[in-house]
């Protein structure tokens, strides 16, 4: 086995001592460049790796990162870390990824076991209160994706989903549509509330009185897309085109109109929200408000790391793109 080198190594090749080696490693020590660069020589020739464990004790930092998800297993959010897991990609950071549930006593719990093990956090979602949230932030860097921490609005990176959402449904009335059913998220999330806002002031704005029949709420997942569709043609009122309010209901109404012999877009067009990966595979694919996730993701962790070296971030709220597929065509 070959034998590991140390940093005992590297101050003899370097002719330094262990506590100099320790020092630039650590980024903290005041010496000559001619002994810098003869211990950065002797650790390139050595292919010595530091201990970031010891490093972080002599920062008094813990070197990583806490990113509090909602659902790791949703594609949704899995975009967003995997673009966090870039940015952290060449640094002495690692993520730490923990699940809320949706439950803000799961997020509280999440949040409480981190605490002491992280040195920043990020926050995706959820429903734990502002001012919970503040607190944290007043002792710990926080950067925010998807939802707004008092206090600290300018560490938020902020969705417009109401105004994706009126886009879409213009897009929708632009085809000729004019009875568009709404398969809303659930009634207590801000994006869903966002979304369902923006569906009625498109309406409003073409001068379409909304049938409320053709609103039905979902929970985000796909089997409540599926659900929907059921309830939707339970009631018997005309629609000829669907807007949900996330991709994955999307994807369970488009399966439901499938089992049911009703063709997506010729006879139903079928428009989501968040470009999701799997959204442009659908059959057929799908019209949708692209949340660019991984970006986001990419740049909140980006923005975490310069708060963690004192700099200040101000972000800044975007609004989301339409991507037109075949999943929409013009009212027949």
Same mark, same amino acid.
């Given at each position: ?5 140390? @940093?005992?190594?590297? *101050?003899? *090749? ?31 020739? %050595?292919?010595?790796?530091? !201990? @970031? ?11 990583? $990162? ?11 959010? =899995? *975009?967003?870390?995997?673009? +966090?897991?870039?940015? $952290?990609? =060449? ?22 076991? $981190? ?15 502002? &001012? ?28 417009? !989903? ?5 886009? +879409?449904?213009? /897009? ?17 999330? *801000?994006?869903?509330?966002?979304? $369902?806002?923006? /569906? ?13 029949? %053709? ?21 018997? #009122? !005309? ?18 109109? /499938? ?34 996730? /991984?970006?986001?993701?990419?740049? #909140? ?6 708060? %963690? &070296? =004192? ?22």
């Amino acid at each position: 086995m070959k034998k590991k080198v140390t @940093l005992f190594d590297v *101050a003899q *090749a370097a002719g330094v001592s262990p506590s100099t080696v320790s020092r630039i490693v650590a980024g903290t020590a005041r010496v000559s460049e001619k002994k810098r660069k003869q211990v950065e020589e002797a650790i390139a020739k %050595l292919k010595y790796q530091p !201990n @970031l464990v010891a490093k972080g004790l002599v920062q008094g930092r813990t070197l990583s $990162l806490g990113v509090l998800t909602q659902d790791i297993a949703s594609p949704f959010y =899995g *975009a967003a870390l995997l673009g +966090i897991q870039e940015a $952290l990609r =060449g640094t002495d950071y690692i993520p730490v990824f923990t699940d809320g549930h949706w439950q803000p006593e799961d997020e509280a719990q999440a949040i409480q076991r $981190l605490m002491g093990r992280i040195d920043g956090l990020i926050i995706m979602g959820g429903h734990l209160e502002g &001012d919970s949230l503040s607190a944290i932030a007043e002792s710990m860097p926080i950067i925010s994706i998807g939802r707004t921490i008092p206090g600290f609005e300018h560490h938020c990176v902020l969705i417009d !989903n109401y105004q994706g959402a009126k886009n +879409i449904v213009h /897009y929708l009335f632009e085809l000729g549509h004019r009875r568009i059913a709404h398969i809303s998220g659930p009634a207590d999330h *801000a994006d869903a509330l966002e979304r $369902l806002k923006g /569906y009625h002031d498109a309406h409003k704005e073409f001068g379409i009185e909304v049938d409320e029949r %053709l609103i039905v709420q979902g929970d985000f997942q796909e089997a409540s897309g599926s659900l929907a569709i059921a309830t939707l043609l339970e009631t018997r #009122a !005309n629609f000829t085109a669907i807007f949900a309010s996330n991709d994955q209901m999307a994807y369970g109404a488009r399966l439901a109109l /499938y089992r049911r012999g009703i063709r997506v877009p010729e006879e139903i067009s079928l428009v989501g929200f968040d470009d999701t990966r799997t959204s442009e595979y659908m059959m057929p694919p799908l019209t949708t408000v692209r949340q660019p996730m /991984y970006e986001l993701g990419l740049l #909140a962790a980006q923005s975490l790391l310069t708060l %963690l &070296d =004192g700099e200040d971030v101000t972000l800044e709220k975007i609004t989301p793109q339409l991507v037109i597929r075949e999943s929409a065509s013009r009212a027949r």
